[in-house]
């Protein structure tokens, strides 16, 4: 089983381990991630097979710094403004990939362009102390909800990895959003943890949706799936159902529900995308065979909440 350690007792042995070539889960302010070092194929590597990955997906690279980030990629002047705006923080931008980056082919899937991610906290400064980008996808077995705590992590993955650095419950909740300047404009290729709106207001320009490029796991139909069946926007609960609820008002017989779970009593949206996941995984140990999801506005943090539930509930015959 892995061991968990606290930040702050973490470092020396987390840098050992990715010194090695191992993998390490670390705590980001998004999400829980399987670190590896970028540079090395065998790290690389073992990070698809401790998450089980069908296929080599491309990964986001982690970097301490602007200057780290800039001898890996190209930064267009909007990528810039978005970076100096964002980072560190819960934004992934994709950009042309430098081909003496160093950073090894598994990592990009062998496209030319390669998503990049300053982190805040323990992550950020095991970065730099490394001296080297950080490969690290969301710790979880492929297609399975996210961690957002040590817990949940060394529960999924503990068997395959050796080391959980425990920071406590992720404060933001979901994955970074992943943005792309493409033709001058800005593409949304997933919802994350900063609001379309507050990019806008950065970029001065409306977002693109829509898929056009490649297309990210994270976008496969079914992903981040609980045991349970999803049912959302319901408005009336089926007696059994557990109930993931939202707000002050509940849902029509939320008397019946096996078990209910708010993400946010007073319709916070940043509280709800915090506990989005773990409170997924609390219901699907209820062992009910349906978790009902009571609707979730669409605006800021709410889009990206709305995508992870959407493919919480995509037909599981789905997942490739
Ligand atoms: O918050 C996060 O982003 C977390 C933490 C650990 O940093 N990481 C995360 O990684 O969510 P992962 O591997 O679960 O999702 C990365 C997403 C995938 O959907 C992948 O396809 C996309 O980034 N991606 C990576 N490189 C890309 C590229 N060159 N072009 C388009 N999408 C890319
Ligand atoms: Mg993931």
């Known amino acids: 089983m892995a061991e968990i350690l606290a930040v702050g007792e973490a470092l020396e042995q987390a840098l050992a381990l990715l010194e090695g070539g191992d993998v390490v889960a670390i705590p980001t302010e998004t999400v829980y991630g399987l ?28 970097v301490a710094d602007r200057a780290m ?8 002047p909007l990528s810039a403004r978005l970076a100096g705006a964002f980072w560190p923080g819960p934004l992934t931008l994709v950009l042309p990939h430098r081909a003496d980056s160093g950073i090894h082919p598994l990592v990009t899937a062998g496209l030319d362009t390669i998503a990049l991610r300053m982190p805040r906290g323990f992550g950020g400064e095991l ?40 920071g406590g419950a992720t404060p933001v909740g979901l994955e970074s959003t992943i943005l792309k300047v493409e033709h001058g404009e800005l593409r949304l290729l997933r919802p994350g943890g900063i609001g379309a709106e507050e990019i806008e207001a950065v970029a001065g320009a409306k977002l693109l949706r829509g898929a056009a490029g490649i297309e990210a796991p994270g976008m496969l139909a079914s992903h981040y799936a609980p045991g349970a069946l999803m049912r959302l926007n319901v408005e009336k609960v089926a007696g059994g159902e557990a109930l993931l609820a939202f707000g002050r008002s509940r849902a029509e017989g939320w008397q019946d529900a096996a078990a209910i779970r708010n993400l946010s009593e007073t319709g916070d ?52």
């Open 127 to 166: 970065i730099a102390r490394l001296g080297r980008p950080l490969a690290a996808p969301s710790a979880n077995s492929s297609g399975r909800i996210s961690g957002t705590t040590a817990g949940a992590v060394a529960a999924d993955l503990g068997d395959r990895i050796r080391l959980v650095v425990d």
């Open 269 to 320: 949206l940043r509280e709800a995308a915090s506990n989005l996941f773990a409170f997924m995984q609390a219901l699907d140990r209820v062992g009910a065979a349906t978790i009902a999801v009571e609707p979730i506005p669409f605006e800021g943090l709410g889009e990206a909440i709305n995508d992870r539930l959407a493919r919480a509930a995509a037909p599981r015959d789905k997942i490739v």
């Open 35 to 62: 670190a590896g070092d970028a540079t090395n194929g065998v790290a690389v590597a073992r990070i698809f097979e401790a998450k089980g990955r069908p296929r080599f997906n491309p990964l986001i690279a982690h």
């Open 69 to 76: 980030a800039d001898r890996i990629a190209v930064f267009d």
